[in-house]
């Protein structure tokens, strides 16, 4: 099993749909993050969490917002989704012995 | 966080030596520089780590001069698998409270 799995792989939605995307990991970290990747573009972080009662914001956090429900869960919801949205998100996680971080499989969203 | 610049883009032949240089002045005294590559489709994943001089590991080498602003990764006899997004950053993965800052990376293409 991946250390970090994130659910759906693939969705589609239309436009005005709320829609969560869900990260899951078994690596027994405590720090986890929401990046958004489009063409061209790199990797923007849109939240993250440094332990569980733990919430920031990130670049581009506007029409997100995330729950971290426990250690391994960190979700990210798009309240009413728009089609400038449409992007491939990623989930990672990371702890403080200096490993890096590890990312899941990636959630490619289209919004139609 | 240290800002990082890398070229944006890189065409090398196979078997070839490739060396991506990425310039980071501003780096702080607790900082490192770590590099990660990302398959098309995949997450970003951990290559390698340094502090200075040089380190290296089965996938690449990092040469860090001693004034620390620039580091250079060096993939020794690149084939077409090695064709993907590198990306250069730099911060303190053992008590830094500010994510990592991922840029546009260098996509580097693998040419038979």
């Known amino acids: 099993d991946a250390d970090v799995t994130q659910t759906p792989r693939n969705r589609i939605t239309k436009t005005g749909k709320r829609i969560m995307l869900e990260c899951s990991q078994t690596k027994g970290h405590d720090r986890m993050y929401w990046y958004r990747q489009d063409p061209g573009l790199g990797l923007r972080l849109i939240y993250y969490?440094?332990?569980?009662?733990?919430?920031n914001k990130g670049e581009i956090s506007d029409g997100y917002s995330v729950s971290r429900q426990a250690q391994a869960k960190f979700s990210l919801s798009l309240e009413s989704a728009i089609p400038n949205q449409t992007a491939l998100y990623f989930c990672?996680?990371?702890?403080?012995?200096?490993?890096?971080?590890?990312f899941g499989s990636g959630t490619r969203l289209t919004v139609v | 966080l240290a800002k990082t610049t890398q070229p944006i883009s890189m065409d090398s032949y196979e078997g070839q030596e490739v060396n991506i240089t990425c310039s980071h002045n501003n780096i702080a005294t607790n900082d490192y520089i770590t590099w990660y590559q990302q398959f098309p489709s995949q997450g970003p994943r951990f290559i390698i780590q340094g502090y200075k001089t040089k380190v290296t590991n089965e996938v690449a080498s990092l040469f860090i001069p001693a004034d620390r602003k620039s580091s250079t990764l060096s993939l020794p006899r690149v084939s077409l698998s090695d064709t993907a997004v590198y990306y250069c950053?730099?911060?303190?993965?053992?008590?830094?409270?500010?994510?990592?800052?991922f840029g546009k990376g260098t996509r580097l293409s693998v040419i038979a």
């Open positions: 990672a996680t990371s702890d403080l012995r200096g490993y890096g971080y590890t």
């Open positions: 969490s440094f332990d569980v009662k733990d919430i």
């Open positions: 950053l730099v911060g303190d993965p053992y008590s830094g409270n500010t994510p990592l800052v």
